[in-house]
Structure formats: structure tokens, C-alpha cells
């Protein structure tokens, strides 16, 4: 459990982090949201001590960050950033087992770990082991550097806009596998991103962040359905309101016995995938099939009652 | 093999040719020194005039190297940040001042001999590294500086594994200007007793022999072409290692 203690960082008289109180439960994804300026990566950078907070204090599973020594406390802690920050004369092996590295483990711990990541990222070990970062391609170097901050398996992660350099297409495929991976390793995770998109897709809980302040701290749902202050609903935006929170509701809830034809949907699709799907092919249902099976079906009246209900 | 390989083993064997085989060249400076006088410079070996010079040169931008390296990473940190005008001040005086004013003022000092070459060397070679280890400690790529203090490494290890290597091309390349630089300046230091191959020359200049004045501005300037070259290679090597 992380627990962030009324922390303020004051710059010559401006309050970039104001009083920010929360609490973070172990093995999930929390997204700090917020425009430029709103203090938010500030707030990360407080966390592992790149920025030495004025007041407050953060405890991880109890104990405080102040307690140790800040380059001992960032070993514990990855940290992936923006343009991933790779070291361009190190092979991605390296790269990779950095902190290992520094933490002392084995050469053999070190070189099966490297192994094993990379396989998590479905890039074959053999072929990008001793590769530099140059010679990778942009999605390939920001997974080399999500998997550099997992390497040692740290007791939280922290990630500045991971995604923010990647084009659309590979930043989807990017937040989907760092979701799976997340899932599959049980990590905690704290991401910073400006994009409410990624943060409803990515989040378990929601930060928002708006002049220094957390203004509110909730579910994706519920920073959609009820959000806090103005500044929140414009955030969201009016018109994907709906959209958004269809985004959040896995087929697989909403399901019904009969027939439908056309393509089939797998069940961990959402209901903005069926309802796009109904739209584009001018269907009013569209078939569930889990491996081949056909399971089911979602009609457009199902969908439109689970956005209707928050209005 | 490349043209550019070709000329390299081309001008090497030239080079060593004249050091150890210079009587080889007996018919080619005939016409160029004075009637019925000496062709070749035999007053001591070529080869260990060469030696001597190179010697100096490498003895002075090690020197040079280590102190101007040290002194850049020294003003780079936010320690040393308000010294960074005063280093820059005293190395451009070392680079205003004429090689050849340094060596009479530390005649008196130092004596004749290799010492006052030496002073001069390691003064003329300070700025070009000093500004290049400047440039490349202060834009070294954000992104990867970052990612090192945020992954743990502490100060020293960041410059040992990080800043250092990712520099390196860089400071090279102010070295190599540097070691060129010395190998011509050198030769200077023949007029107070400093065993270069500024002799040959001298003794060309003073007897009116030009083959002697050819030959050993032949071979510092081959020398000086071979060293710069490969100084050149091996930064090459190190930029593309390093995604450059």
C-alpha cells in the first residue's frame, strides 16, 4: 500500500503539488490526469524522491521514503518516462538488468530475468538481447523501457507519460500489453498521463489534478458519472461521456441468450466496440463467440439501457 | 579494400620508409639540397628524433587530457557551475598566448630542454578538450539522465556509466584537435633544445637546405595526418555504438 500524506512542493512561492492526500492499494493501476501544469508529474517525481517534497511525506507499505537514502529508495522503485530514457551505449540486455545490476543480483539471475521480460513483451530473446536501442523501433524501445522498470521486480512502478511518444495505433497495442502484464505480475503501478482516455482505460482509480490540487480521486466510472467539479466534466468532455463509459463495460456483463448474425465480438470487448459494430454494419445485435463458440448475444437496447442509466 | 584503406597503407609505408629507410630518398632531395652538401639528416636517427617527438606530444595531451576532463566535469556539476567563466577565462589565455612567447618565458624557468616544450604543449592543448568535455557533459540526452537518477544510480555512478561514455565521441574529437595541434607545435620546441623533429627542419632552415626542411615537414605532417585520421575512425566507431 502506498499512502501519499498531505505533500506540498512549493517553487519559489508557487504551489506546484498542494496538499495532495491518497491512498494506494497494492496491485493496481492508478492514472494521475491532469493538463500541463496541474502539478502532476510533480507529484510523481515526490513519490521517489527526484523532487524532495516542502511538507507531507509518502510511506511505502508503512514505511517512509524519507527514512532512506533517495538513490537506495529509487532501486526499489521503477520509473519509466517519456522517450523512454535508454541508455543508447548499453545493449537492451543491459538496459534491462540496470537496477538488478545495481541491487547485485547474479549474472545468471540477471541474464533469465532479461529472458523472461523480453518474452513478456513478445520480443524473442535471442534476436533483441544484444541489440542497441538504435537499432529498435520506437515501440519497441518504450516496451525495452516499461520492461527496465519492472526488471527487478519493484514494490511500485512509476511511469511519466509512458505512451506519449508512441502514434496511436502502437500506443493501444502498448497500454493493452502493459494492462496484461500489470494483471499477470500483480504490480502497482502510478502513471501519469494528460490523456482521459488512457487513463479510463488504464485506471483502477483516477486522479485528477487541477492547479496542484487532487480534485478527485474515484473510479473511471465514477469520475465519468459524477464528477466533482467542472473542471473534471471537461476533462471527460460532454459529448464522450457516453462513449467513455460504454468503454468500461465488458461485453461479457451484458450478454443475452439468441441469435445474431454477422462478425462475432470476442466477450472482453466493450460496449462501444458492439455499439460501433451495430452503427457500421447497421445491426441491432451482434454476436458473442469465446474461441470460435458462439455464446451469445448483446442487442443495441442493452447497450443503450447501460448508458442511459446514469443520465 | 577500400581507396581510403588503400591511400591509409599507402601514406604508413611512405611514413615509415622515411623514418627508417631515409637513404631510399637519396635521389629524390639531391636536387633540393645545396651543391655538393649532405641529402639525408644524419646528425642523429630519424627514428628516435620521431620517438622524442611523439613522446612529448603524448606525454603533454595526457596531461592536458586529465586536467582539462577533470576540470569540465568539475564545472558541469552544480558545485563547480560558478567557476565554468574563470576555467573558460585562463584556458583561452593558455590558448592566446604564442606557443613561442611560452617557450622563452620558461627557458628562465625550466631550462633548455624537453620541459618548456612541454609547458607549451599542455597550455596550447587544454582549450580544445576542455570546450568539447563543455559541450558534451552539458547536452548529454535529457530523457537518459533522467531515466539514471530515477533508476537509482548516484552521482558517481552516473558519471562513470552514463555521462562519461556518452561524452566520449565528443572529447575525442577536442583531443584529436588538441594531439594535432602539438604534434606542428612541437617543432618549435628544437629552438630551445628539445629533441623533436623541429631539428631537421632548423637545420635545413639554418644551413639553407631545403631537403632537409623536406623531410621533416614530411614526416610531422605525415604523422599529424595518420593520427588525426585514425583518432577520427575510432570516434566514428564509438558515435554509431552509441546511436549518433
Known amino acids: 500500500m502506498i499512502e501519499i500524506d498531505n505533500i506540498t512542493k512549493i517553487y519559489d512561492s508557487a504551489r506546484a503539488v498542494d496538499g495532495v492526500s491518497m491512498t494506494i492499494d497494492t496491485g493496481t493501476i492508478t492514472v494521475i490526469v491532469g493538463t500541463s501544469g496541474s502539478g502532476k508529474t510533480t507529484l510523481l517525481r515526490l513519490i521517489n524522491r527526484l523532487e524532495e517534497p516542502t511538507s507531507g511525506e509518502v510511506r511505502i507499505n508503512g514505511q517512509s521514503t524519507l527514512d532512506v537514502k533517495p538513490h537506495i529508495l529509487r532501486r526499489r522503485i521503477g520509473y519509466a518516462i517519456q522517450g523512454h530514457g535508454l541508455f543508447p551505449h548499453h545493449t537492451v540486455a543491459r538496459n534491462i538488468g540496470a537496477v538488478p545490476q545495481l541491487l547485485g543480483w547474479s549474472r545468471d539471475k540477471i541474464d533469465a ?59 493501444t497495442r502498448a497500454q493493452e500489453d502493459l494492462r496484461r502484464i500489470q494483471q499477470a505480475l500483480g504490480s502497482t503501478i502510478i502513471l501519469v498521463t494528460h490523456d482521459m482516455e488512457e487513463a479510463i482505460r488504464l485506471g483502477d482509480r483516477v486522479a485528477v489534478m487541477d492547479g496542484g490540487k487532487l480534485v478527485q480521486y474515484a473510479t473511471p466510472a465514477d469520475i465519468i458519472t459524477h464528477p466533482a467539479t467542472d473542471f473534471v466534466a471537461d476533462m471527460v468532455g460532454d459529448v464522450e461521456r457516453p462513449l467513455r463509459l460504454l468503454s468500461l463495460t465488458p461485453l461479457a456483463d451484458v450478454i443475452e441468450d439468441g441469435h445474431a448474425s454477422g462478425t462475432p465480438l470476442p466477450p472482453d470487448a466493450n460496449l462501444r466496440d458492439a455499439l460501433s459494430a451495430c452503427l457500421w454494419t447497421g445491426r441491432s445485435a451482434v454476436p458473442i463467440s469465446d474461441h470460435g463458440k458462439v455464446i451469445g448475444r448483446v442487442t443495441l437496447d442493452a447497450i443503450r439501457a447501460r448508458a442511459e442509466v446514469h443520465a | 579494400m577500400t581507396a581510403g584503406n588503400l591511400l591509409r597503407l599507402g601514406l604508413l609505408g611512405l611514413l ?38 611523439l613522446g612529448l606530444v603524448a606525454l603533454a595531451s595526457v596531461a592536458a587530457t586529465l586536467v582539462a576532463v577533470t576540470l569540465a566535469i568539475f564545472v558541469t556539476r552544480p558545485v563547480g557551475a560558478s567557476f565554468l ?34 609547458v607549451a604543449l599542455f597550455l596550447y592543448g587544454l582549450l580544445p ?109 564509438l558515435a554509431a555504438r552509441m546511436g549518433g
Not at chain 1, 134 to 152: D, H, T, Y
Not at chain 2, 92 to 107: C, D, H, K, S
Not at chain 2, 194 to 222: H, P, S, W
Open chain 1, 113 to 171: 530475468r532479461v529472458d523472461e521480460l523480453l518474452d513478456l513483451f513478445s520480443m524473442a530473446p535471442q534476436d533483441f538481447r544484444n541489440r542497441y536501442p538504435s537499432e529498435l523501433s520506437g515501440g519497441q524501445q518504450q516496451r525495452v523501457g516499461v520492461a527496465r522498470a519492472l526488471a527487478s521486480r519493484p514494490d511500485l512502478i512509476l511511469m511519466d507519460e509512458p505512451f506519449g511518444a508512441l502514434d496511436p495505433i502502437i500506443r
Open chain 2, 16 to 53: 615509415l620508409a622515411l623514418v627508417l629507410r631515409p637513404d631510399w630518398f637519396t635521389p629524390l632531395f639531391t636536387p633540393l639540397a645545396p651543391a655538393g652538401g649532405p641529402v639525408i639528416y644524419a646528425r642523429s636517427s630519424l627514428l628516435s628524433l620521431s620517438l622524442s617527438h
Open chain 2, 85 to 118: 567563466p574563470l576555467s573558460r577565462t585562463i584556458t583561452n589565455i593558455g590558448q592566446t598566448f604564442p606557443p613561442v612567447a611560452v617557450l622563452a618565458l620558461a627557458v628562465p624557468a625550466l631550462g633548455f630542454g624537453s620541459g618548456p616544450t612541454l
Open chain 2, 129 to 237: 578538450i576542455f570546450e568539447n568535455a563543455i559541450t558534451a557533459l552539458s547536452t548529454l540526452p535529457p530523457a537518459t539522465m533522467e531515466a539514471a537518477r530515477g533508476m537509482g544510480l548516484n552521482r558517481w555512478q552516473r558519471l562513470w556509466r552514463v555521462e562519461l561514455p556518452l561524452a566520449l565521441p565528443v572529447i575525442l574529437t577536442g583531443i584529436r584537435l588538441s594531439v594535432v595541434i602539438a604534434l606542428g607545435t612541437a617543432t618549435i620546441g628544437s629552438t630551445v633544445a628539445a629533441r623533436t623533429l623541429g631539428e631537421v627542419i632548423i637545420a635545413g632552415l639554418l644551413t639553407n637546405n631545403t631537403a632537409y626542411v623536406l623531410q621533416g615537414g614530411l614526416i610531422v605532417g605525415l604523422f599529424a595526418v595518420l593520427i588525426y585520421d585514425a583518432m577520427a575512425q575510432l570516434e566514428r566507431y
